[in-house]
């Protein structure tokens, strides 16, 4: 069975810093590709980044370019979403997902990601 919990999340201020956890169990995550979400109040699921397991490339949502970095660390069999200069439009609950690289997985397709973990809230706020 494959499973991914988040953690991390929690209030900040507005400019602050947060990192997000995601480890799996029942799946090696450098043989797969690795997704985070976010969803607001009252708003769909978006992509936000994704990542191959192995560290060959990741790709972002341009609201968080150059704020968010997805990393992997495969000892651990973790993912993490590193978030800087922290807005009021990043909180949400954000999710972790695993794809196969299969589809449109880097587009942020999440019919291409296969299991889900179960959110961790993010709160910014000034």
């Known amino acids: 069975q494959v499973l991914l919990v988040e953690s991390g999340g929690e209030s900040v201020q507005t400019g602050g810093s947060l990192t997000l956890s995601c480890t799996a169990s029942?799946?090696?995550?450098?043989?797969?590709?690795m997704g985070w979400f976010r969803q607001a109040p009252g708003k769909e699921r978006e992509g936000v980044a994704a990542r191959y397991g192995s560290g060959r490339e990741s790709y972002y949502a341009d609201s968080v370019k150059g704020r968010f970095t997805i990393s992997t660390d495969n000892a651990n069999n973790t993912a993490y979403l590193q978030m800087n200069s922290l807005q009021a439009e990043d909180t949400a609950l954000y999710y972790c997902a695993v794809s196969s690289c299969g589809g449109r997985w880097y587009k942020f397709r999440e019919r291409d990601f296969h299991t889900w973990g179960q959110g961790t809230q993010v709160t910014v706020s000034s």
């Open positions: 029942g799946i090696t995550i450098s043989s797969n590709c």
